[in-house]
Every structure is written in structure tokens, then in C-alpha cells.
């Protein structure tokens, strides 16, 4: 619902790390705003940004999502403060939940996790080795269909026994077999020398 | 006896299952074929797992779609890792496990529960802890485990993978002697001979379906 | 002598394939109970169970490398979202607590030194209750605009119920698993053990 | 050349292997044997992901205990599970992935992860994700991340279990084509009539070594 659309526009282009930055400065701007006037001028400069980039026919779907979101916070705050203060905050959260997905929708996960790693550069000095830390990355995103497939044989297992609706006999299987894949995983990546030092001559 | 009628199934793209029908009454049925030519898909068709999206599966005329839960009961599932299946923390109370919500008194399960354990062999290891047997040992209480339902056809889906020769063999003994029919899908073709019948699948779809000198025959065609 | 800290392959793949877990676990169903901008989601359940199973640090890198792909695009947070977007909504405090939530769970359980039911339910309840309460309810107050006792209502009391049976469920399965795996806690024999399955 | 010599392991309660000695020089070494006999603890006592408790095993002449990355270098390992072994998101990736820090410039890397993708016929999928390969491709692919380092020597424990006959017979022959010396576990007694020498394990013991025919007699003797 909410991943990288690829496309050719400015935005597509640009840096990551200069939409990381980007985002955060527009970020706090739409914290400071607090009349619906001004709401409404960063929704419209908002709207101008997906225009720009391709993206509107992402932006119907990106509000429609929040759509419990609004009506919640519509509600709570119509409740507690009334009606203008019920526009500014959540027109405040729409405005800023948006302008946070369009960065997402026209930059790579690997782009983003390349940022991840520069950005943690720095951090060799605290015994950080950011290399490491990019490839837990790269594993965990693997892991997440490797964990759901398990998942569903587990519950297929258990539908076939006709144990519905126990979630031990559900969740201790599964947190099992996914700690085998776990150790087989480690154990290859042992054998394949990831924790061995460089070879000095070759 | 299990009616599969026409049927299409897939996923958005791709198309795993194609035209396939087949009326099993024979009471030893082996199906076998490469990686990802849909065996595993069209066993689970016989209770539900997979529900086609066009076509029907009957199970003694019991569609598997608008009769879930008693098709279910009628039709028991071992898979190939047994620490997908066992649920309890020792043998006697995962075989237990199935008839929970039998509303049978307690010594009637108790009594079939020993007898359950008893046909494979593990009566012995009632109060072991079950994560602590052998994997040979694991399948076979996976299997006892849906044999105390007592339901009336058995599919496994290579349920010997994981096994030594003994285990092996072990389980193909158990199997062979049940009264139940039995569905089995294997990669293990020295194990077939004694079926009654044999499907073979490629790529989808149903290529060939005879005893078994004639569909291994087939099958060892294909590959080449 | 200065070496990177690193962390050594067998530790570096249960903390990969738990943030999988986590994910598998926030997935299926999300729903909003009413009056709430924040939906009722199993993230808290593996949350605990990193905790529980991993300890205190490699079950906090566990839960931040859930969040970093997450944040990074990849769809695993409360009902398929992704992206920096959560993180500007309401419930970004709850996900930036997740990490904590589990070191603190660690901390307190001590699953390396074997489990004990009775402290890591006090574990799941301190670390993945009230920590993350404690983040995600001011964040909520101030991304929502709310004063801190509606947010608190709001965004605390009601998912109490569910949190606390979560946290029941993450010490019945931890302690299960602690004993169906034992080389859980053993790290010596953690390789072998892997290696008994084929 | 590696040399075991009396080795026993195993954890508190129990021994896994017992007094093992062998000096394995041959070409082909096949291991066999129930399941739990210590096959898969044997075969990782090679490239010291077991380090024994008693004893010592050498690689042409290197302890695995003293100079565990030498030897890890000079032995590769190819396990059952293929998506257990792959940790790149592409196929080249994965390859190229064993060497990282070898100090090779950019285009050298690329000729051998090239060379290797054609080994094993995987050159057409070089960007394709690596999940995405079907069970039999990610065990070649798993094969062929470890040829790409160019291994002394071979250890597979179980490395066909999981794959249809048609890969079961590609990866078999591949193997039977390589330079290097394979020592291959296996529960599939049919693969190693080949082979120059068959090890037997029983309940951690070494209890026959000799030649196929010999050897699986002993061990079709065992089971009884
Ligand atoms: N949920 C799913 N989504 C997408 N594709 C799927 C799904 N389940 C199965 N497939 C695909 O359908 C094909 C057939 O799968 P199936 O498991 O039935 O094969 P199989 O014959 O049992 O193979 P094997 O011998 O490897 O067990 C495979 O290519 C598989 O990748
Ligand atoms: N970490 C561990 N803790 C306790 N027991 C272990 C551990 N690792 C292995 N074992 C036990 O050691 C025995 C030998 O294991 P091993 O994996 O070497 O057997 P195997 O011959 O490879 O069996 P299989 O054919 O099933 O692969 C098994 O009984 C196993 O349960
Ligand atoms: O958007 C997300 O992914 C974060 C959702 C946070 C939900 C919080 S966690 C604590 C509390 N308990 C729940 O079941 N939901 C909320
Ligand atoms: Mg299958
Ligand atoms: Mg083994």
C-alpha cells in the first residue's frame, strides 16, 4: 500500500538523504503551523510536492488509510476542545503522515538503508560496525516472507488438527521453527567466514 | 472416496493447479512429480486447506468449501516437519490434544489415547516430553496425533523426508497396514510400488495416473 | 586493542529473523477500538517474546531492526503500513518505544540464566506495558493534540486488557519454547542444536 | 587431508560422537547412518563449526581449534535447508558475497562470481531475487556461493534431501564433477555407489568404513 513507486520525477532523483533532511525540516513546520489557514496553505503545498513528482494518484489512497485515524481524532477533539482545534490537529497529523509517505513512495528501501548505514558511520567510534548493521538489515527484510510462509504452514498444521483458536498451540511452533531457521541461518553464515579476519596475503 | 472436479487454482500471476480432476476410491493413493509442480497444493485441496478458486472437491459428497469443518474431521493431515504439528508440551497430552473438544470422558480418552500410542509404538514415551524424541520418533507422533481423531482418509505430504532408512520405513509400515485410505505425496519412488495408484503432476497439471510401474515409468520419462 | 563490537553471525541471525517474527506477528488484523487513533496490534506480543527469548540486548536489536525496515519501506507495521509516515502519526511513540520495551524486558527476565515464568510475566508487563505506554502516551498527547488524561484513556486504559493477556500469552509460549528448544539459553550449544534438525 | 583423532563430543548428559578416528584422504567420502548417529556433528568437526571436546581434528595439517579461519577457508559447507543458506537479496549478490574481504578489485570479483554462476548453469538469473529461485536453483545457488571461494575441500550434510529427483540428479552430478574432495552425509543410499569410501556412524560410534558395497551392507545390517 505504502512502498516505493518507481518513477523518473525530481524527487525520484534526489538523494535520499536529502529528502531525510527535507522531510525532517517540513516536519517542523507543520508542527508550528495552528490555524486552519495555514493547514490548508501546507496541504496545498503538499498536494503541489505529489503533482510534482507523479505521485497523486498515490495521495487518495495515502488519506483514504487514515481514514479510522481521522475519524477518531475528529471525534476526540470535536469532544474535548471543538471544532477549530479538531481541523488544526488533524489536519496537522494528515498533512505530516502524507508529506512522511511521499518520501517513501519514490525512494528504494535499499536508498534508504544505504542512509541507515552512512548515517551510523560515525558511530565506529562506539564500536558500531555499520557494515554488520546492513546486513541484519538486508536478513531482516528476508526474514519477513521466510516467518510468515512458517507461519502459514504452522496454521495450516493446526487447522488440519482442527486447533483453532489456541494461540500457544499456534505461537510455540512457530517461534520454534523460527528459531531453527535462525541457528541454521547463523551456522551458514559462520561457515561462509563472516566472523573470520581478513586474510592477510592473497 | 474424495471427487475433485475441474479444478483451477493460482495466484495473481501464475496458475498452480489447471484443469485437474480425479475421482480417488482406490485405498492406497501416491502422488508424486518435480518441485513446485503442485503436489503439495493439490493435497491440501482434500481438506480444505486450499480451497480452489474454480472448480469443487468432494469428500464422500461433502464439498470442501460449504463443509469445512466436517470434511475436516473426516480427513486427517501429516506434514513433512513434525515440529509443525506438535503442539503439546508431552506425547500422551498431544495426542490428547484432537479430542479435546470430543466431549468424551476422561478414561474414554485416556483409553483411546493409549490405544493411539500403542498402534505406533510410543505408548512407552507417554509422559516423555515430546520435543525431546528422536525426529523419526516426532513424525510418528504427529501421525498417532491425527490417528486418534479417527478420521477416514489420511494425506501426508512426504511424511518420510526428514528420515533414515528405519524411520522410513517405520512409517511406510504404519501407513500400509492402516484400514484408512491413504493419500501420500513423496519424492521416494522405491516407495510407491505397493500403491493401487499412482497421479503424476507437472507444471500443474494431472499428466498421468495409473499403478505405479506405468506412472513412474512416466514420471522418470519426463524428467529425461 | 580496538576492535568493533561486533556482532558475532549466530547472534546476528536470530536478531534478523525475529524482527521477521515481530513483523509476522504485526500483520494479521489491526483494529481500532472506538474513540482511539491507535490500533489494537500484536506488535506488543513480539515485542515481549524478543525479550523473553533473545534477552535484553539482542532482543532490543531485534525490535529496532523491526522498525528500521519498517521505517526504511518495508510493509510491517500496524495493518501493512510503512514508510516514515507512522512515525508522524499518533502512534510513533509506541514504535519508537518498542526497542526499549524489549531491552527492559531482557533486563528484567534474564532468559540467559533460564526462565522463570512469574518474572517474565513482571518482565512483559514492566517492559512491554509500561515502557511503551510511557512513550507512546505523551507522543500521543502531543502528536493528537490531547490533553494527557484523554490520551491516557485513550491510549493506555483501553488496550490495558488486551496488553495484559498478551503478556500472559508471551510467558505460556517463552516458556514453552524455552523447553521445546533448550540450546535457547545455551549458547555453546547453540550450533548443534541447529544442526540436529536436518 | 583431514585427520580426525579420537574424538568425542557432546553435551552434559550425553556423548554424540565416541572415540572417531579416520584419516580421510580419498576423493569421494560419503557418511551414512540412523538418524541422531552423529553424522551432521561429524561432518562440522571439518570446518570447526564443532570444536570437539577430546581430540583433535586437522586440516592438511591445521587444527581446527587453533586456526579456526585458515580452516574455514580451506573447507566449505553446504547444509540441507537452501533458504537457510542464502543472505543477499540477489544471485550475484549472494555469490559474490563469500568474497567481500578478499581484497579483489571490482573486476575480478565479477569474473569469478560469473565463472561460478556458470558452473552451475545459474549465469541467466544473475539479478534475479534470490528468494525467487525455485528449491533446486537455491541449492545451487547455495553450492555455488560456496565454489565461488574456491574450497579445498567440500563438506554436504544432506545436501539433495529437500529436492526432486531431476535436482536431486543435477546437484549429484555436479558435485561428482568437482575438482576438490567431497565428503557428502546422506541418507540416500542410492547416491553413493560412486564414491571411493562410505563412513557408517551408530549411536556416535564409527562402525564401518570401506568401500560402498561393504559399507551400506553393514549399515542395511544395523537396521536388520
Ligand atoms: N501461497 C503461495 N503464493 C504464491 N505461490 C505459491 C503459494 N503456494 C505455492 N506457490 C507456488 O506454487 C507452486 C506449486 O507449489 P506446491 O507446494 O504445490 O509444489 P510441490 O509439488 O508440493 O513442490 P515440492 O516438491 O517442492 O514440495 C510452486 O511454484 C510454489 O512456489
Ligand atoms: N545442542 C545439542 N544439545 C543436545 N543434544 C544435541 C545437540 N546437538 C545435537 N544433539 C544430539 O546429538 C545427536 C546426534 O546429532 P546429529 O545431528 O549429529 O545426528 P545426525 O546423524 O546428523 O542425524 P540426522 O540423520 O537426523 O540428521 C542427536 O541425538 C541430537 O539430538
Ligand atoms: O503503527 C504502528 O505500527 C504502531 C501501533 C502501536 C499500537 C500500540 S502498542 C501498545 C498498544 N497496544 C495495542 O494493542 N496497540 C497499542
Ligand atoms: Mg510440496
Ligand atoms: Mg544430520
Known sequence: ?????????????????????????????????DSPAEIAAAAGVTVLLYLTAGMVRALPVQVWSLRWLVAALVALQVLTSGWAAAVVVTGRVVVAVVLAGLVTLTTRVVDLLDVFERVLQPLRRLRVDSERVALVLALAIRAVPVVTALAAEVRDAQRARGLRGSVRAYAVPLVVRTLRHADALGEALVARGLDDPAPSAR | MIEVRDVTHGFAARDILRGVSATLTEHRIAVIGANGSGKSTFARLFNGLVVPREGEVLVDGLSTRSH????????GFVFTDPDAQIVMPTVAEDVAFGLRRRGLDREETRRRVFAAMSAVGLEIF????????????????ALCSVLVTEPRVLVCDE???????????RVLDILQGLPQQ?????????????YDRVLVFDEGVLVADGPPATAVGHYRALIG | MIRSRRLPAPDLARVATFAGLVAALSLPGQFYLFGSSVPVTLQTLGVMLCGLLLGARLGALAVLAYVAIGAAGVPVFAGGAAGLAPFAGPSA???????IGAFVIGLIARPERGFHPARGFLAAVVGGIVVVYAVGVPVLAWRAGLDLSTAL?????????????????ATVVAAGVHRAYPALSRDDGRREAAATRT
Request: charged content about 15%; proline content about 6%.
Open chain 1, 1 to 33: 500500500m505504502n512502498t516505493y513507486v518507481p518513477g523518473r520525477s525530481w524527487l525520484h532523483i534526489l538523494p535520499a538523504s536529502v529528502k531525510l533532511a527535507g522531510l525532517a525540516a517540513g516536519m517542523v513546520v507543520v508542527l508550528l503551523v
Open chain 2, 68 to 75: 469445512a469443518a466436517e470434511v475436516r474431521r473426516a480427513v
Open chain 2, 126 to 141: 507417554a509422559d516423555h516430553p515430546a520435543h525431546l524424541l528422536s525426529g523419526g520418533q516426532k513424525q510418528l507422533l
Open chain 2, 159 to 169: 511424511p518420510t523426508t526428514l528420515l533414515d532408512l528405519r524411520n522410513t520405513r
Open chain 2, 182 to 194: 491413504v493419500v501420500m505425496v513423496t519424492h521416494d519412488l522405491d516407495s510407491v510400488g505397493g
Open chain 3, 93 to 99: 511513540g509506541y514504535l519508537v518505544a518498542f526497542p
Open chain 3, 153 to 169: 484513556r485513550t491510549g493506555a486504559v483501553i488496550f490495558l486488557p488486551g496488553d495484559l493477556l498478551k503478556a500472559v500469552l
